[in-house]
């Protein structure tokens, strides 16, 4: 998730320091490096290096680039380490075409050697930088600049929110998008491109939004839309927006967690975007090995204990999840040079986590890891790893990052699940499948049942307890419900294997308890319906998740949150996670609380 901003000013305008104020309004969306680009006086000059922008300003000072036309980008780095050669702007072989660009292009592979092949020469290991090659290598072919960029995109997959400017067309700028966000602001014979509308907030209120699919030309006669595809022009009617520039970087929700639980259907297409490579990759790593453990704290640790219970159940691994601070004393006896630790962490910085991986690697132990943050103290560490996708998470609570965790990790284990053929091919292929549709049952979900949470959320809001249970994969999304809850509403929350809530845990039911059953329709669905019943009995409110039409189970709940489809067992914990994270922001924000930042948290915890 990187932060662009682009403009096209009147001439004896400079657009420097506007592409850096607006940076910094953009800078909550990635922060690893920065760079700017400007054209004048037919030289198009790139600054650019890693680092946050007050450090590479200081460094180069971009306010005295010259020039009215000019664009910024804030990276948070997916392809490519945050190194100064992957910052962008990236050029073609000439420096005479400068591209910024938010998303994953995930053919780049394929278009790199065939523009290699071609003589091109690459300077950076990003996935963007095919683009300002292969528009050069159109221009090359005689084609007009906006027909070799209306190319290029067309030979683009995945994701992309992408800005060029050129010596060709010194005073253009030329733009497009596809699942990743652009918006166009119209300001008085100005014009402005940015990722989203709190970069040009203060320029301008009057906005153009561009849609999936289309291109944008700005120069100083205004703005053309057009659609990527045919080249057709769009009419579009500016919008004017009344935001205040706080709602803007939260895009009109209350708090970032809100904004970054309906991220979801965004992230987790991302997370499963990273390329097979990679997985083949920690694959090989983790098949070499005799012995596997995952660690991981909070949040990760549940990612852990889902991608745990799929290593064994579709590659038949013998692999142990640990939390990472109990890791040393608990395990470290068993590591040797045949053993491989899988470390999952978000921000790669939690001393937890780090010091469970230092302990591992000086008894030479494998170090693979799946993390959010390239370049990142464990990734570092770490002989493979993979990206996340997940752009930066404000919010304390981890939210957006426990569904990419689980989405790479289940990919993982899907990917050695193939090459060990342990499971039938047809089962990997549904889960497979399944991973897919989560992003548009998220979306439908998110469209349809925020109320029903809410309705439970007031119910619940002066409950002195509340458990959560499951059983098989659900317990781990149980256990992380649980910790979403605790830490924003500050009510003591429980979280048990259903089975095993019998031995002790019943004692604390009484008349209103409640109880939340994470409940989908899989192999354990007979045997949770017995300990729904239990509970029940006993007289505990049941809350359950259910998948739509189970009508045992709501025969036996007083609420429940239904998913709209049903789905392989292992990913589950990817959609029945999220009304939990939604149950415990709104009983948060219901008692007072301030849900993106609760007491005593910190996003990264840096100490032991
Ligand atoms: C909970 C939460 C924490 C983190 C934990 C690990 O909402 O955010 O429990 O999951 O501190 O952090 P990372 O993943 O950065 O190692």
Redo the contacts with the bound molecule.
Sequence with gaps: MCGIFGCVLHDGREAAPLIHAALKRLEYRGYDSVGEVTISNGTLTVKKDSGRLDEVHAKYNLDDLLGPVGVGHTRWATHGRPVKENSHPLVDCKSRIAVVHNGIIENYLDLKRELETKGHRFASRTDTEVVPHMVEEYLSHGLSLEEAFRKTINRLEGAYSIVLTSLEKPKTILCARQESPLVLGLGDGEYYCASDIAAFLPLTRKALILEEGEMAILDPDGIRILKAKNGVAVKRDAITVTWDPESAKKQGYRHFMLKEIHEQVHTIRDAMRTHEIYYDLLASKLMQSEKVFIV?????YHAGLVGGQALMKLAGMNVRVVVASEFSDEALDLVDSKTAILA???????MD?LNAVRDAKAKGASIVSVTNVLGSTLMRLSDVYIGQNSGPEIG???TK?FTSQVTVLLRLAIAIGRKKGEVSSKEISELEEALHRTPALIQNLLNTRVEDVKKIAESCSGASSICFLGRGVSVPTSLEGR??LL?LSYIPAIAYPAGESKHGFIALIEEGFPTVFVAPRDETHKKIIGNIMEMKARGARIISIIEEGDEEVRNLSDDVIEIPESLPSLATPVVYVVPLQLLAYYMSVILGHDPDYPRNLA???TVE
């Design positions: 991981a704290c909070g949040t990760s999952v962490s978000q921000s790669g910085e939690t986590t304390v609570a981890a990052t910790l979403k830490e996003k990264s915890v």
